[in-house]
């Protein structure tokens, strides 16, 4: 197992930031993409940034310019800072790793519990 341990949501005005943080542990030879995704009630999960493990990134388009991922390959981390909040950005925020357990084994894709993030107006 991979658990992934989310940090860094809370209550923010609208305009403002945060940075949210995780960080995966336990069994693991190489991790490939990292990512944050998000989830509003009644919506369906969406992935909200990816960074491969050569630092390529992408983003949905209404977070580009915004909103900036990033990760210490290291210290298995992913990080994704939040400029200029929206209350349309209130989810919860899932981090998730395709993990590499293995020498011989294939990726699989493991979830965070999941951070609250709300935008006041």
């Known amino acids: 197992q991979v658990p992934l341990v989310e940090s860094g949501g809370g209550l923010v005005q609208a305009g403002g930031s945060l940075r949210l943080s995780c960080a995966a542990s336990?069994?693991?030879?190489?991790?490939?993409?990292m990512g944050w995704s998000r989830q509003s009630p009644g919506k369906r999960r969406d992935m909200v940034a990816t960074i491969a493990s050569n630092g390529l990134t992408n983003y949905t388009d209404s977070v580009k310019g915004r909103f900036t991922i990033s990760r210490d390959s290291a210290k298995n981390t992913v990080d994704l800072q939040m400029l200029s909040l929206d209350p349309d950005d209130t989810a919860v925020y899932y981090c998730?790793?395709?993990?590499?357990?293995?020498?011989?084994?294939?990726?699989?894709?493991?979830w965070g519990q999941g951070t609250q993030v709300t935008v006041s107006s």
């Open positions: 336990g069994s693991i030879y190489m991790i490939n993409f």
């Open positions: 998730t790793a395709d993990v590499r357990t293995t020498i011989w084994g294939g990726y699989r894709t493991y």
